[in-house]
């Protein structure tokens, strides 16, 4: 069954994608990460290549040529062939239709008001349906 680990109260979900994608590359897992819409991921995209002059996180979109043997897929696109169900890592304000397919899924949740109220309704959703739950609240002391 699918692990859902809720990451709340994050001020940039575009930044902490990327730092998770780079901390599950640091262990070899293969993580698809779900954008919003397309000019998200252009932006997540984007980012994975800026986040550090120190790091590469090896990447690319969905329905690339290389998306088989690249650890790190974004995409906008539920619709799209993906290689690899290991980790999902929603960006988005929907549940994903495809979630039950991944072995873990991290529901990234801003600190915007209705970004939080969908987070809010997703969770309620998946713990009716008995999925095994987390949550995590970021800057909390």
């Known amino acids: 069954m699918t692990r859902i680990d809720f990451h709340t109260?994050?001020?940039?979900?575009?930044?902490?994608?990327c730092r998770l994608a780079r901390k599950a590359w640091s262990t070899r897992a293969k993580v698809v990460l779900l954008a919003e819409d397309a000019a998200q991921a252009a932006a997540l995209n984007d980012a994975l290549w800026t986040l550090s002059e120190t790091d590469?996180?090896?990447?690319?979109?969905?329905?690339?040529?290389?998306?088989?043997?690249?650890?790190?897929?974004?995409?906008?696109?539920?619709?799209?062939d993906l290689p690899h169900h290991e980790m999902l890592v929603n960006l988005?304000?929907?549940?994903?239709?495809?979630?039950?397919?991944f072995a873990r899924v991290f529901e990234i949740i801003s600190t915007d008001e209705a970004d939080a109220a969908a987070g809010r309704?997703?969770?309620?959703?998946?713990k009716k349906q008995s999925y095994p739950l987390t949550h995590f609240v970021a800057n909390q002391s």
Request: glycine fraction near 2%; proline fraction near 10%.
């Open 9 to 17: 109260n994050i001020p940039d979900k575009l930044i902490y994608a």
């Open 56 to 80: 590469f996180i090896p990447h690319v979109l969905a329905g690339d040529p290389l998306a088989a043997e690249t650890p790190i897929i974004v995409t906008d696109r539920e619709d799209v």
């Open 92 to 101: 988005t304000r929907r549940t994903p239709a495809t979630f039950a397919e």
């Open 121 to 126: 309704q997703r969770y309620v959703a998946y």
